[in-house]
Nanobody
Framework: QLQPVESGGGLVQAGGSLRLSCTASGRTFSTYDMGWFCQAPGKEREVVAAIDWAGSNRYFHDTVKDRFTISRDNTKNTMYLQMNRLKPEDTAVYFC???????????????????WGQGTQVTVSS
């Protein structure tokens, strides 16, 4: 099993940047695809970005693909989300999640995550 823990959220002005980190316990981190999800008040949780177990494939929601980057360091059991040019509409709780590695053509990278962190708040002021 994997227990993800997020960090790095906070308050930032529009146009600013934040870097979220997700560190997961367990010695099998490198066998999991990882994803970032967000949930704004009154809205459903949705995928922001995902990265496969090796860091070879990445997925981004259309609203962030030219502003956010995702990366991972398997030697540190850590995944990152670099968020640039933040907008007020990016305000949400951001969750880190993990799923056992699988084909991205067979299962979309936004689906079937079963290990979740508690979330970290990101607030972007206008």
């Amino acid at each position: 099993q994997l227990q993800p823990v997020e960090s790095g959220g906070g308050l930032v002005q529009a146009g600013g940047s934040l870097r979220l980190s997700c560190t997961a316990s367990g010695r099998t981190f490198s066998t999991y695809d990882m994803g970032w999800f967000c949930q704004a008040p009154g809205k459903e949780r949705e995928v922001v970005a995902a990265i496969d177990w090796a860091g070879s494939n990445r997925y981004f929601h259309d609203t962030v693909k030219d502003r956010f980057t995702i990366s991972r360091d398997n030697t540190k059991n850590t995944m990152y989300l670099q968020m640039n040019r933040l907008k007020p509409e990016d305000t949400a709780v951001y969750f880190c999640a993990a799923r056992a590695a699988r084909s991205w053509t067979a299962v979309h990278p936004s689906l079937q995550y079963n290990y979740w962190g508690q979330g970290t708040q990101v607030t972007v002021s206008s």
